[in-house]
């Protein structure tokens, strides 16, 4: 089933053109990456499928609902874990997921379910009672996805989710959001990062705000490696 489909979006700041005609398709049950360099337009695809920005140009449609006609039946298929953390510190984990369900209309009991499923998912239970602020780096991107996943969304946006984060803390973030996707889950991935990419993943590649290709990792990377394939899609538009 397509989960989210972006067709011929355009978004301009100014005379800067940040996304020219992006489209493609993405089905349920799929970790997929949005690969490309700083400045390619990630963000600003992400600012427009959670309705930061808005444009005329093209449609964005989330589990059937087009964000344009219908945002409130998007966003709330969404949740998002965006690139700057957004927690309040001196508030516990659980007082930080409590907040944010009562944000999605969820209390008593129904909250008290997502929450404890939501940290289970992330292996955050026994970490509940602690404040964010003594979370490392890793727990709390951590605490962001369980709170992201509170609502029962049917997709996950990750915006840069690994920065600033150590090797071993990336690598267990990576990990777990993959293993989200096999739930059913469809998870939409923005790095600059090859790493953190399966062969089996489907990759979009995004750079000077057009993409390049989509398809798995491995079809994308042929007989190379993934990286070398990047480096050419980049390479070539920069010495242009």
Not at 215 to 239: K, P
Request: net charge neutral.
């Amino acid at each position: 089933m397509t989960m989210l489909e972006v067709h011929d979006v355009t978004y301009q700041y100014g005379a800067k053109r940040a996304l020219d005609d992006v489209s493609f398709a993405l089905d349920a049950g799929r970790f997929c990456a949005l690969l490309g360099p700083n400045g390619a337009g990630k963000s600003t695809l992400f600012s427009l499928m959670t309705r930061l920005l808005v444009t005329r140009h093209g449609t964005i449609t989330v589990a059937g609902h087009d964000i344009a006609s219908d945002p409130r039946g998007a966003l709330a298929s969404i949740g998002v874990v965006f690139q700057q953390q957004t927690l309040d510190l001196d508030m516990t984990v659980l007082q930080n997921l409590r907040y944010f369900a009562a944000l999605q209309g969820l209390s008593g009991k129904a909250a008290q379910k997502n929450i404890d499923a939501a940290l289970d998912r992330l292996d955050m239970r026994e970490r509940a009672r602690e404040k964010a602020r003594a979370l490392n780096g890793g727990h709390r991107r951590r605490m962001e996805i369980a709170r992201a996943l509170i609502h029962d969304p049917k997709v996950l946006l990750l915006d840069e989710p690994t920065v600033g984060l150590d090797t071993a803390s990336r690598q267990a973030i990576t990990a777990h959001v993959h293993d989200l996707a096999d739930t059913g889950l469809l998870v939409f991935w923005a790095t600059h990062l090859v790493d953190e990419i399966r062969e089996t993943d489907e990759v979009v590649v995004l750079h000077q705000g057009k993409v390049r290709a989509q398809g798995t990792a491995a079809s994308i990377a042929g007989t190379g490696s993934l990286t070398d394939a990047f480096m050419a899609m980049t390479a070539r538009e920069q010495a242009a």
